[in-house]
Structures are given as structure tokens and as C-alpha cells.
């Protein structure tokens, strides 16, 4: 098994870049995912196998993969916005999800 | 529009038994692999469980293996979650999800059923 780690917290400003990492020794092999979680509620699919966006999703939301390292980036961000991200995927033996990252708009 | 809708939870004392279900509308349950994914209070999601289309595979997280069983009845589109030798740490929001398998995702969730595990 491996782990998934992702920064603790990221802040950003209104209408700024917000990128949040997800790292992991298999990760270059796999299709990693994002969600978004607001409090009180059920994640939401943001992206998945990494770079793609289902529809309904803003298009400010994109997602890369290289190495070992998985990238959600959100561009010009938004109040609504602020919630916690968490990275998933899948090995053959395990599904695993990242520690998640709260992301604060300021 | 696709709906999932957990049942089942509820108080339970350690070393107790729930059995969860989850009801599915809007799709049909046999054209997805389907899992249960829970979330402690104040923690990130632990995927815990999934099952494939028949039935026939099935994969468990190592901090449920031998405790839980995943089962799924696609007549009745419905998804199951038996837990038996619940522990303190197993008290959570169980989440019912659907994982369109070829996207190693679950791109719907449940509203969430709390088990609680407590004396």
C-alpha cells in the first residue's frame, strides 16, 4: 500500500491561482481524482483520471498529473470555492484518498 | 436523475452488529461497480469497500477485512454494507457511492448514513 499526501492548507485571493498537491510513489501510473467537500455536505467529483472534468464542473478547474505528483488547480478562484480537496486513486490492491487540503479564500 | 439513499445506521454498542443499505434510482445499479466509502467525524473519506457489476469481486480495506461484507441485489437496486464486530473507530458518515469503473471514481455520492459505536 502507499499513501496519498496533500498540504494541510492553502490559501489564496479572489480571483487568483490556486494549485493543491497530491503525492504518492504510484501515482504517475495511476488515475488520480479530486473532490470538493463543503461542510455539511458530500464530496463532489471535481476531476477525474486526472485531468479530466465532469460536466457540470467549472471549467476554472483543471487537474495534471506527472511523476509522482498529481496537481489541482483552480484558476481564478471564487468565494464559493473555499472547501476541502482530497486526492483518490486507485492501485491494484488499494483505493486510496489524500489527507485533503483546506482551501481558504481570502 | 440518479439518486443513492443510505439507511441503517444508527447507535450500536461494541462488538455489535448494523446491517446498511442503500437504495439507487435513476440508473441501473448493474452497470456500475458501487462501493461504501466512510468519513469519521473530522476526518478526510476512507474508501472501505467496493463490488463489482455481478458481484464477484469484491475488495475491503484492511481495517475492515473479515469484519465487514459488501453484497448488492441488482434486481432491487440496491447496494449492502453488513458490519459485524464494530469497533469505537468504525463510528462515521457511511457514504454510498457509484464508481463508473473504467474512471477509478465515484462520480455520485450518497447523502450519508452515522454509525455511532459506543458503551
Redesign the interface.
Known amino acids: 500500500?502507499y499513501e496519498l499526501t496533500q498540504p494541510p492548507s492553502v490559501s489564496v485571493s479572489p480571483g487568483q491561482t490556486a494549485s493543491i498537491t497530491c503525492s504518492g510513489d504510484k501515482l504517475g501510473d495511476?488515475?488520480p481524482?479530486w473532490?470538493q467537500q463543503k461542510p455539511g455536505q458530500?464530496?463532489?467529483?471535481v476531476i477525474?483520471?486526472g485531468s479530466?472534468r465532469?460536466s457540470g464542473i467549472p471549467e476554472r478547474f483543471s487537474g495534471s498529473n506527472s511523476g509522482n505528483t498529481a496537481t489541482l488547480t483552480i484558476s481564478g478562484t471564487q468565494a464559493m470555492d473555499e472547501a476541502?480537496y482530497?486526492c483518490?486513486?486507485?492501485d491494484s490492491s488499494?483505493?486510496?484518498?489524500?489527507?485533503?487540503t483546506k482551501l481558504t479564500v481570502l | 436523475q440518479v439518486q443513492l439513499v443510505e439507511s441503517g445506521g444508527g447507535l450500536v454498542k461494541p462488538g455489535g452488529s448494523l446491517r446498511l443499505s442503500c437504495a439507487a434510482s435513476g440508473f441501473s445499479l448493474s452497470d456500475y461497480y458501487m462501493s461504501w466509502i466512510r468519513q469519521a467525524p473530522g476526518k478526510g473519506p476512507e474508501w472501505i469497500s467496493y463490488i463489482s457489476r455481478g458481484g464477484s469481486t469484491t475488495y475491503y480495506a484492511d481495517s475492515v477485512r473479515g469484519r465487514f461484507t459488501i453484497s448488492r441485489d441488482n434486481a432491487k437496486n440496491s447496494l449492502y454494507l453488513q458490519m459485524n464486530s464494530l469497533r469505537a473507530e468504525d463510528t462515521a458518515v457511511y457514504y454510498c457511492a457509484r464508481v463508473p469503473v473504467s474512471d477509478y471514481a465515484v462520480d455520485y455520492w450518497g447523502q450519508g448514513t452515522l454509525v455511532t459505536v459506543s458503551s
Open positions: 500500500s495511476e488515475y481524482c473532490y458530500s464530496p463532489v467529483l477525474y483520471q479530466k465532469p476541502d482530497y483518490q486513486a486507485w488499494t483505493v486510496r484518498f489524500g489527507g485533503g
